[in-house]
């Protein structure tokens, strides 16, 4: 299977709107739809929605040299309490509105098209024969009637061959044909298609950069959008908002490539990559065949070329005059300077980043529907916005987000660094689309662990260690948490967890707790539902178990007695995350299912990871600064 793109080339005749989901200027109640960059574009999902809308009607008359599902190329939704994506196999652009060529003035717009008129409707009241009260409507008018408006995008996909390929380019270009309007107020003749142009399909060409690891241990990756992106998130049933998240997880890296892989190789997106099918990706068996062990940590964001970004601990504390300092290494319990008390990084009000060295990213709502096939109006119910993030920062700048990628849990050296080269190649391949709705992403690949934005000390310097999460982890048994006196925190289930998984026994302990600065939270809903409701409903059913995760920037203060056995142990660590504790495995080990498929928390999808002995504690320590 190859990958192929057509260029698309619409030509609409004026007036034309697309509506945006918020007023452009002022006074208007509608405008036209822009792009983070400010330029005025018809949405993929309206383009992709039309389209299946014009093939439906007509499918039953094309007549084509291989049959061809809608279904498989445009996807399904989810059934019912169903969380498994059923994504199409057409991959839509944005289709942006280059010029527009006016008839009846004869000038031809470039830009942002200068000609701005604004347009007005109302409705009539029968009786008097009026303007009806409260119906007056205005909306931006871009292009006068008459205009001749281009509009250029593409449509991306994977086939067998060029003679593949070209039938479903010829099955598109028929939806479009069959199209009549596009964008908004179409019920008075806006947006009438005038024409469609369709390049070829072309295949994807892309030359491979050879990475030299020396040992197969790590590269890192940096991941540039193409366009704005929605990571995580999801709908609640309780508002019709989805916001995304900030970072990238490793999990859904590692799912985008499971994704591209198949599709490259004719299955399934959402099949499953296991040993006993190693075979059937010639040139990728060993990236196969080890995938579960593969660690992708989740990609933070940082302007192109800088440093990736480190979670601030959050022993970090504000004084006076909003100076940051840190308490880790504070002797006192209850620190004061200058008479005041601090304020600590869980409290502060105004916003504040998590992060050292990340990037303020630029935010964007968009607001999508279904349509209901015989109204032609917005589907009851299915009206909702989400929040993307532009890949530029507030200034412009273009923005990257880093993540490491290890083999270490690979034993075989030789088997690591075939698996680890094999990666690379896949994912230079084959790795084009990334989150919600499938976003065109450029990735690079290079080789040793992404310089971080804060160093860390030496840890052999000293007989404390201060460990703080990069990233969300399992750590303690909620079960055991209810448990607990009032009176109780949780220092007992906390020094039980790294006394476990540091491998110490209990009469000769070479790694101690000492304090914690930690924060939890709940994860379940839909998480739970896609990855245990499923495999426990036989069993148990209406059992609802929530995962309960210890938060990213929680910081951990750990006394060393043995030296050697210690600095092993955060060696481990350091390079592959943190392992889950005995608990854990036993309740996610179940239903006869890997662990990761009951449990999303694992360290190869970027879960445990942690940094080790930030210079941050020293350099801005409470008591240093008094």
Request: charged share 20%.
């Given at each position: 299977m190859h990958k192929y793109t057509c260029q698309v080339t619409l030509i609409v005749l004026g007036p034309f709107l697309t509506a945006a989901a918020n007023p452009h200027a002022y006074g208007l109640d509608k405008s036209f739809h822009r792009d983070y960059l400010g330029r005025l574009v018809v949405p993929a999902s309206h383009i992709k929605g039309k389209l299946r809308m014009s093939l439906e009607e007509i499918s039953t008359f094309i007549e084509t040299s291989q049959p061809i599902s809608l279904s498989s190329l445009f996807g399904t939704p989810s059934g019912d309490h169903q969380y498994e994506a059923n994504a199409g196999q057409l991959k839509f652009s944005d289709f942006v509105i280059e010029h527009g060529f006016s008839q009846s003035h004869g000038e031809q717009t470039e830009g942002d098209h200068t000609w701005a008129g604004e347009r007005t409707r109302t409705a009539i009241d029968p009786t008097s024969g009026t303007a009806a009260e409260h119906q007056l409507r205005s909306f931006e008018d871009r292009f006068p009637s008459n205009t001749e408006i281009s509009c250029k995008g593409q449509v991306s996909f994977y086939a067998r061959d060029r003679t593949e390929a070209q039938a479903t380019a010829n099955f598109i270009r028929m939806g479009f044909i069959w199209l009549s309007n596009l964008g908004s107020e179409k019920g008075v003749g806006f947006?009438?298609?005038?024409?469609?142009?369709?390049n070829p399909p072309e295949p994807q060409n892309?030359?491979?950069?050879?990475?030299?690891?020396?040992?197969?241990e790590a590269f890192h990756l940096?991941?540039?959008?193409?366009e704005p992106i929605a990571v995580g998130g999801i709908q609640k049933r309780r508002t019709n908002f989805a916001e995304t998240e900030k970072i990238i997880p490793g999990g859904?890296?590692?799912?985008?490539?499971?994704?591209s892989l198949n599709r490259a190789h004719g299955f399934p997106a959402t099949k499953m990559l296991s040993k006993k099918d190693a075979g059937a990706y010639q040139g990728f068996e060993k990236l196969v065949e080890y995938f579960s062990l593969i660690r992708i940590t989740h990609a933070f964001p940082a302007l192109t070329g800088k440093p990736r970004a480190v979670r601030k601990p959050l022993s970090a504390v504000r004084i006076i005059d909003?100076?940051?300092?840190?308490?880790?290494?504070?002797?006192?319990?209850?620190?004061?300077?200058?008479?005041?008390a601090p304020t600590y990084f869980i409290d502060w009000k105004e916003p504040k980043q998590e992060y050292f060295g990340a990037a303020v990213l630029e935010e964007i709502l968009m607001t999508h529907t279904e349509i209901d096939d015989q109204s032609r109006r917005s589907l009851a119910g299915n009206l909702f916005t989400e929040s993307y993030l532009c890949p530029i920062d507030s200034d412009g700048r273009t923005v990257e987000w880093i993540c490491n990628v290890?083999?270490?849990?690979?034993?075989d050296p030789n088997e690591r660094k075939q698996a680890a080269l094999q990666f690379s190649k896949a994912i230079q391949l084959y790795l084009d689309w990334l989150g919600r709705e499938s976003r065109q992403v450029e990735l690079s690949v290079l080789e040793g662990y992404a310089i971080p934005a804060m160093e860390s000390k030496d840890w052999n310097q000293g007989d404390l260690v201060l460990l703080t999460l990069q990233s969300d982890a399992l750590m303690l048994d909620p079960q055991a948490v209810r448990t607990l006196e009032p009176w109780q925190d949780l220092y007992d289930p906390y020094a039980k967890f790294w006394q476990e998984i540091s491998g110490q026994s209990k009469s000769t302990p070479f790694m101690k707790l000492v304090d914690f600065f930690p924060h939890q939270s709940f994860k379940g809903g839909y998480l739970y539902h896609r990855y245990l409701g499923?495999?426990?409903?036989?069993?148990?059913?209406?059992?609802?178990?929530?995962y309960y995760l210890t938060k990213a920037g929680s910081l951990f203060k750990l006394q060393i007695t043995d030296t050697q056995k210690a600095r092993e142990c955060l060696t481990r660590w350091a390079q592959r995350g943190l392992d889950l504790p005995e608990w854990?495995?036993?309740?996610?080990?179940?239903?006869?299912?890997?662990?990761?498929?009951?449990?999303p928390f694992v360290r190869e999808n970027g879960y445990g990871e942690v940094a080790i002995n930030l210079v941050w504690h020293w350099d801005h320590a409470l008591e240093r600064s008094s």
């Open positions: 947006g009438r298609l005038h024409a469609v142009h369709i892309r030359t491979i950069m050879e990475v030299s690891l020396q040992n197969g940096r991941i540039i959008a193409q859904a890296i590692k799912g985008a490539l499971t994704a909003n100076q940051e300092l840190d308490v880790a290494l504070s002797s006192q319990a209850f620190p004061i300077q200058g008479e005041c290890d083999f270490w849990s690979i034993e499923a495999a426990e409903s036989k069993q148990k059913p209406n059992q609802y178990r929530p854990a495995k036993q309740e996610y080990g179940q239903y006869e299912r890997a662990l990761w498929q009951n449990c």
